[in-house]
T-cell receptor
Framework: GIQVEQSPPDLILQEGANSTLRCNFSDSVNNLQWFHQNPWGQLINLFYIPSGTKQNGRLSATTVATERYSLLYISSSQTTDSGVYFCAVGKKAAGNKLTFGGGTRVLVKP | DGGITQSPKYLFRKEGQNVTLSCEQNLNHDAMYWYRQDPGQGLRLIYYSQIVNDFQKGDIAEGYSVSREKKESFPLTVTSAQKNPTAFYLC??????????????FGPGTRLLVL
């Protein structure tokens, strides 16, 4: 199956700092999503981005499908950005399912 | 409000006992999914269903069973055959655009503990 690797595994930021999270995947994909899991376990979909660039407020994401990676940018980080960020990918030929990476755990300090 | 509800929030299982986790959605989504999350790990797919009365095994289906009798409901049973069931269980749903799950929405999860 598809392998998904996220880096770094842990990230500590001072409030107001910018950061970049990376997701590498081992095969071509038709679907790529970024999620945020808050400290209480709730997952929120941030972006559906199999290719190209999208922005939503202080968050933006870029996927370079031909080179099999995606980046999530957090600008002017806030304490509410703390949690775990997951990248998940899907390939139509592999059935209707997503494969998740191990996540990047982010802590934003005030 | 539209969304996904899971119950109970916490569930305790005794040895040899089957337990059922509830998942209900009112988003009118066709597809529903069950994931397992172990501490400090990513999510792994247990089962998924694209339409009523049909479901497929995910990557870790052994020891679990599901049913999809209604579009809104996708209960998961953790059987006694699952030897290490302690985990956080997440249900999700999505529209099924072109055969791929877009924009998955997640419920709040159920934490299962073995006594």
């Amino acid at each position: 199956g598809i392998q998904v690797e996220q880096s770094p595994p842990d990230l500590i930021l001072q409030e107001g700092a910018n950061s970049t999270l990376r997701c590498n995947f081992s095969d071509s994909v038709n679907n790529l999503q970024w999620f945020h899991q808050n400290p209480w376990g709730q997952l929120i979909n941030l972006f559906y981005i199999p290719s190209g660039t999208k922005q939503n407020g202080r968050l933006s994401a870029t996927t370079v499908a031909t080179e099999r990676y995606s980046l999530l940018y957090i600008s002017s980080s806030q304490t509410t950005d703390s949690g775990v960020y997951f990248c998940a990918v899907g390939k139509k030929a592999a059935g209707n399912k997503l494969t998740f990476g191990g996540g990047t755990r982010v802590l934003v300090k005030p | 409000d539209g969304g996904i509800t899971q119950s109970p929030k916490y569930l305790f299982r005794k040895e040899g006992q089957n337990v059922t986790l509830s998942c209900e959605q009112n988003l009118n989504h066709d597809a529903m999914y069950w994931y397992r999350q172990d501490p400090g790990q990513g999510l792994r797919l247990i089962y998924y269903s694209q339409i009523v009365n049909d479901f497929q095994k995910g990557d870790i289906a052994e020891g679990y069973s599901v049913s999809r009798e209604k579009k809104e409901s996708f209960p998961l049973t953790v059987t006694s055959a699952q030897k290490n069931p302690t985990a956080f269980y997440l249900c999700a749903s999505s529209t099924d655009g072109q055969g791929l799950p877009r924009d998955q929405y997640f419920g709040p999860g159920t934490r299962l503990l073995v006594l």
